[in-house]
């Protein structure tokens, strides 16, 4: 039996049974899409900072980590900020997906040890090629989770997440970037990208990570 106690409170919602589907989700397919899933008031709060947010913070996003770390427009166009939990809302989402992360350790055993996550910014026509968010082997990013942020999104404004099963999938499952919808797929598992949108895209990309530290190597980077 799990222990969900600290998932108790108005704060996190229907948070126990859409954690209990993530987790169904991963084990038997490896992915999640839950459509209104995250909780309205986290959801609210996160699109009302978004919102309210200076163009200036967002920097255009790139390939790879650190030194690896390089802009690529061919591969994706896509703005980023990333979120350190430095604000209240901040806060409140980290503290979310940290019971999340409890939940799917002690679930699905995965040793998820820490999340890193930022806010995007698709302006009309940009995307992100296909991709992997994690190559098999590199044990960095586990679990890839991706919310939406886009409140009366219709039909014609396209945007849409498209989920491969494998390299050799062409069709892919679409995902339309309404307002709080999650998903979550195995990062190393699943090839996916970013179709171009109509309109203004917003979203919250993140990943939870092993802790792969050794010898004078830190990883997760502090």
């Given at each position: 039996?799990?222990?969900?106690?600290?998932?108790?409170?108005?704060?996190?919602?229907?948070?126990?049974?859409?954690?209990?589907?993530?987790?169904?989700?991963?084990?038997?397919?490896?992915?999640?899409?839950?459509?209104?899933?995250?909780?309205?008031e986290l959801a609210q709060s996160l699109y009302q900072q978004l919102q309210q947010m200076p163009q200036a913070e967002f920097d255009s996003a790139?390939?790879g980590r650190q030194v690896d770390h390089m802009l690529n427009s061919f591969v994706r166009t896509d703005e980023i900020c990333w979120i350190d939990g430095s604000s209240e809302t901040g806060a409140r989402w980290l503290e979310w997906t940290?019971?999340?992360?409890?939940?799917?350790?002690?679930?699905?055993?995965?040793?998820?040890?820490?999340?890193?996550?930022?806010?995007?910014?698709?302006?009309?026509?940009?995307?992100?090629?296909?991709?992997?968010?994690?190559?098999?082997?590199?044990?960095?990013?586990?679990?890839?989770?991706?919310?939406?942020?886009?409140?009366?999104?219709?039909?014609?404004?396209?945007?849409?997440?498209?989920?491969?099963?494998?390299?050799?999938?062409?069709?892919?499952?679409?995902?339309?970037?309404?307002?709080?919808?999650?998903?979550?797929?195995?990062?190393?598992?699943?090839?996916?990208?970013?179709?171009?949108?109509?309109?203004?895209?917003?979203?919250?990309?993140?990943?939870?990570?092993?802790?792969?530290?050794?010898?004078?190597?830190?990883?997760?980077?502090?």
């Amino acid at each position: 039996m799990i222990d969900v106690s600290y998932l108790a409170g108005p704060r996190f919602g229907e948070t126990p049974a859409l954690f209990e589907k993530i987790a169904q989700d991963i084990g038997e397919q490896g992915y999640s899409i839950n459509p209104n899933a995250l909780p309205p008031e986290l959801a609210q709060s996160l699109y009302q900072q978004l919102q309210q947010m200076p163009q200036a913070e967002f920097d255009s996003a790139g390939i790879g980590r650190q030194v690896d770390h390089m802009l690529n427009s061919f591969v994706r166009t896509d703005e980023i900020c990333w979120i350190d939990g430095s604000s209240e809302t901040g806060a409140r989402w980290l503290e979310w997906t940290s019971a999340l992360r409890r939940f799917l350790n002690a679930r699905l055993l995965l040793g998820l040890f820490s999340f890193e996550s930022h806010y995007a910014h698709y302006a009309p026509g940009d995307f992100y090629k296909r991709h992997f968010d994690a190559f098999k082997g590199e044990s960095n990013r586990v679990l890839s989770l991706v919310i939406y942020l886009n409140p009366g999104w219709l039909p014609d404004d396209s945007g849409e997440l498209v989920i491969y099963r494998d390299e050799l999938d062409m069709e892919g499952t679409k995902v339309t970037p309404s307002f709080g919808t999650l998903v979550a797929f195995l990062s190393e598992e699943f090839p996916h990208e970013v179709l171009p949108a109509a309109r203004d895209r917003y979203s919250i990309a993140g990943w939870y990570r092993l802790n792969t530290s050794h010898g004078q190597k830190v990883d997760p980077p502090r």
